[in-house]
């Protein structure tokens, strides 16, 4: 029976637990093992961000609280970041979004936590909170946000500033209305009066909510402290966490540079004045468990004064009191479930802390191997225990599958218990793989975590009971289908050279040997022999696409074929774009694959993309045009001389083309003297825009109208603008809400520059035929 509270109670703790993996600052064995798991004992602090998006969480206190407090932490993300741009390569937005799901994971994962998103739509820019509320409806937010505090029960909540909009952006007001509408809604109602309302979730009392609005004005965390054991700040730890976000290396350093984070407390409004953000935290343990408080208290205190030579020889005297305490806390967990949920919330805290603690006084590890990871349905893949660590020389030792009987079948019997077996595959069939994680852009995106994980429990009983212990796995598990096939430009341009891109995944062991092709009845495409004869081979290529020619203009959706099969599906667009194709064109290029050099390809231009910048000047000799990709000014440092042949190449005639740069690079040195930039979240694909329909970039080589400004990606631009009154510009298109110039010209000498502020890159990837019109009259000059 009380094997059995045991595992049911690590179950009940898992539901929102850590991969038990080795990691830099986590040794499951050792003097750092004990010291660190002593403090989680004792901590009992559970701590919950939630930011906007990935890569907006403040890693560095979250690296304080979990590895200075022994706090249990979780950073959760209001959206996944699909309007953002990447670092790596130019990428549509679902690919980004699975590219920042993977890359929050992985960042908390090094602080031994997990990553939760909530899925929100990305909203980029909104005029004003009614525009904003049309795509984050406040029952499907609070709902979410309750949902997320009901399983994690944080004692406080931090809310980090936008970054992007560091003076209290629309959607980070937004985001804290409704996260603190969500915390009242949880709190308990008082003694004897039921709820005011109905909450479909376990209530819940947040103590405490932390923001940072942007402001410089309230409390810090102390992350400048050094950690006792790894003599880093936290500061440095959290750094390093921030390096898995790979995506993010150019715009996190922007954005954060010479910035810290400023806490005030937004809940509870009657809150006293604070010195620390976490004083008082978490709340006192009620009376009726005071007896086990202290018992958890002696053991933390004796274990994390052990030293190496006591630890490595079982310290019987630790681990007695320590299965004491297990006594206490199962024999109160037991009958809890009718307790209030801040008593169980605590039990639960003790009961998983001393496990972990004991296995490390133990020098228990486990060491397994697994077949295969990413699984079809009616899947068998082996688990094999290499070594486990530890075991007393007296005693039996099981090994436990909870999901057995529950989609899963375990040597072909759905019995989840079984004597642990060394060496010997454990067979495992998963039974209904959905739903599915894998191809991540494609599959999973509405999901709060990142894959399937599998909990696997090893149970060993002793003669001594100061030595039983159970060990919990979490092995990673992707659900998957059994042939994948991606369309990696799943929008294209009617051209005569176009082009489709796609991958092919056999996650079967069978064998498969066909020819994929695009072939329809107003399609004609070249044909991609493959052959995938292992489980995980891929298959990428580009198919050439010929169209009817009498096709009329139009947006269509064509297949792609595997035999006479359909696998997947993209649009075809066609529409005129007139070009002037005397032009020699240059890219000084942003990310690689940039959206601009697709662009002019798609308008059937030919660019030479920049790569010896030493040798600029030369360069700039065989050119008429210059286009300065979107932030490429962010990703190559331009000397003096550098700026300085950019100038004299558009005094001589030159047209150089600027699309919208990092306000952090342009304006200490901007390439159009006079013209400063500010991030804005105003600037609305609903409002209007305001052309010059003089000027020949509206005329020449096509006419741009109106109409031309619907069915926009996000935002209209990145920036509001200043210009300096003594400049001599002339702006050629303004937003008609917040009449914010949007393409600003400018006369030098014998050429022109031109700065484009528009969101570009998205319109230009959804092919979008006004943005390409525009990019060819741009460089038609």
């Known amino acids: 029976m009380v094997k059995k509270t045991i595992v049911v109670a690590l179950l009940i703790a898992a539901v929102f637990s850590v991969p ?58 209001a959206t996944n970041g699909e309007a953002g741009e990447s670092d790596m390569a130019g990428q549509y937005p679902l690919q980004l979004a699975a590219t920042r799901r993977e890359e929050a994971a992985r960042a908390l994962q090094f602080l031994n936590s997990e990553a939760y998103f909530l899925n929100l739509p990305d909203v980029a820019a909104a005029l004003d909170t009614a525009e904003l509320r049309e795509q984050w409806q406040s029952d499907t937010v609070q709902h979410r946000v309750m949902s997320l505090i009901s399983q994690f029960r944080p004692d406080f909540i931090v809310i980090p500033q936008d970054p992007e909009h560091p003076t209290a952006s629309l959607r980070w007001k937004l985001l804290l209305h409704e996260v603190l509408r969500a915390v009242e809604r949880l709190q308990f109602p008082a003694l004897g009066k039921p709820p005011r309302e109905f909450v479909p979730f376990a209530l819940w009392s947040v103590s405490r909510v932390l923001v940072d609005d942007g402001s410089a004005n309230g409390l810090t965390f102390p992350t400048s402290q050094v950690h006792p054991v790894w003599k880093k700040t936290y500061e440095a730890i959290g750094g390093e966490a921030a390096t898995k976000y790979e995506s993010l290396r150019i715009q996190r350093d922007l954005l954060r540079r010479g910035k810290r984070y400023h806490y005030q407390t937004a809940f509870p409004k009657s809150a006293k004045k604070l010195r620390m953000p976490d004083e008082g935290l978490p709340e006192a343990v009620p009376a009726e468990l005071r007896s086990i408080a202290q018992a958890i208290e002696r053991v933390a205190r004796a274990a994390g004064q052990l030293t190496e030579r006591q630890v490595s020889a079982r310290p019987a005297t630790v681990l007695k009191q320590l299965a004491d305490a297990v006594d206490l806390v199962d024999v109160r967990l037991a009958r809890s479930f009718d307790r209030p949920s801040r008593e169980r919330k605590i039990l639960l805290d003790w009961k998983e802390g001393l496990e972990h603690l004991r296995l490390s006084l133990l020098g228990v590890t486990v060491r397994y191997s697994l077949s295969e990871s990413a699984l079809t349905d009616l899947q068998l893949t082996y688990l094999t225990v290499d070594t486990v660590t530890g075991l007393s020389a007296a005693g039996t030792t099981e090994i436990y599958f909870p999901a057995v009987g529950r989609g899963w079948v375990l040597d072909e019997t759905l019995e989840g218990r079984l004597p642990l077996r060394l060496h010997d595959p454990y067979r495992l069939i998963l039974q209904k793989a ?267 080589p096509n006419n741009l109208n109106d109409q031309d400004w619907f069915e926009w990606l996000y935002r209209r631009s990145y920036h509001a603008i200043s210009l300096s009154p003594q400049g001599l510009y002339e702006v050629l298109a303004k937003d008609g809400k917040t009449g914010n110039p949007l393409i600003i010209s400018n006369k030098y000498g014998k050429g022109s520059m031109l700065y484009i502020d528009l969101d570009m890159d998205h319109q230009w990837l959804n092919v979008h035929p006004a943005a390409l019109r525009l990019l060819a009259n741009v460089l038609a000059g």
């Open 20 to 77: 038990l993996v080795a990691q830099t600052y986590f040794p499951e064995l050792g003097i750092p093992a004990v010291q660190q798991r002593s403090l989680d004992l004792k901590s009992g602090l559970h701590v919950l961000s939630i930011a906007l998006q990935p890569g907006f969480e403040d890693l560095n206190a979250l690296a304080y609280f979990r590895m200075g407090r022994g706090a249990k932490i979780l950073s959760a993300y």
């Open 434 to 700: 959905t739903p599915y994680d894998t191809p991540h852009w494609l599959n999973g995106l509405e999901r709060n975590t990142l894959g399937h994980p599998l909990y696997v429990f090893i149970l060993h009983k002793s003669s001594n009971r100061a030595e039983n212990f159970i060990h919990r796995t979490i092995v990673p598990i992707q659900y998957t289908t059994r042939f994948s096939a991606e369309i990696l430009t799943p929008i294209v341009r009617i051209t005569p050279n176009a082009r489709l891109v796609f991958r092919l995944t056999n996650n079967s062991r069978d064998g498969v040997r066909d020819v994929a092709h695009a072939n329809d009845s107003a399609v004609v495409s070249s044909e991609s022999p493959f052959r995938l004869n292992v489980k995980g081979a891929s298959h990428l290529d580009t198919l050439a696409l010929t169209m009817k020619p009498d096709l009329p203009d139009g947006s269509y959706l064509f297949p792609l074929k595997v035999g006479v099969d359909e696998v997947a599906s993209y649009v075809a667009r066609k529409f005129p774009v007139h070009v002037d194709s005397t032009k020699r064109i240059g890219v000084l290029q942003g990310v690689p694959s940039s959206p601009a050099v697709r662009a002019i390809r798609q308008i059937g231009l030919r660019a030479t993309v920049l790569a010896e910048l030493d040798r600029l000047a030369d360069a700039l000799a065989t050119l008429d045009v210059l286009v300065v990709d979107r932030r490429a000014l962010s990703f190559h440092t331009l000397s003096n001389n550098q700026y300085n042949a950019l100038r004299t190449f558009v005094q001589q005639g030159g047209r150089l083309v600027v699309f919208a740069q990092n306000p952090e690079v342009w304006n200490p040195q901007p390439l159009l003297p006079g013209l400063s930039l500010k991030r804005s979240f105003s600037s609305s694909v609903q409002s209007p825009v305001v052309l010059d329909s003089l000027h020949a970039l509206t005329l020449q």
